[in-house]
């Protein structure tokens, strides 16, 4: 099994940058597709990121140009860097894990609060 750390959360204001980790123990070879998720309070838990086992991205509409998410494999970690940041993109930003036996594992989030 891998379990997955997520990290670099924080309060910054509009405009400002953050960097997100999340770092997987176990095997990095069984994670097909690493993705970031985020939840606002009250709202659901929405796709923002993905990067595959051979490094393709997608990113949603909502971030696109602003966010970039890459992967270090000697580091079995994933990051998210997150530029012109804006106050609607506070919310608890979680990492997943699509494992190559069909597993999907979360971490436990990290805080997000972006001031106007």
């Known amino acids: 099994q891998v379990q997955l750390v997520e990290s670099g959360g924080g309060l910054v204001q509009a405009g400002g940058s953050l960097r997100l980790s999340c770092a997987a123990s176990g095997s990095i070879f069984s994670i097909k597709v690493m993705d970031w998720y985020r939840q606002a309070p009250g709202k659901q838990r929405g796709l923002i990121a993905s990067i595959t086992s051979g490094g393709i991205t997608s990113y949603a509409d909502s971030v696109l140009g602003r966010f970039s998410i890459t992967r270090d494999n000697a580091k079995n970690t994933v990051y998210l860097k997150m530029n012109s940041l804006k106050p609607e993109d506070t919310a608890v930003y979680y990492c997943?894990?699509?494992?190559?036996?069909?597993?999907?594992?979360w971490g436990q989030g990290t805080q997000v609060t972006v001031s106007s």
């Open positions: 997943n894990a699509a494992t190559s036996t069909g597993l999907s594992l």
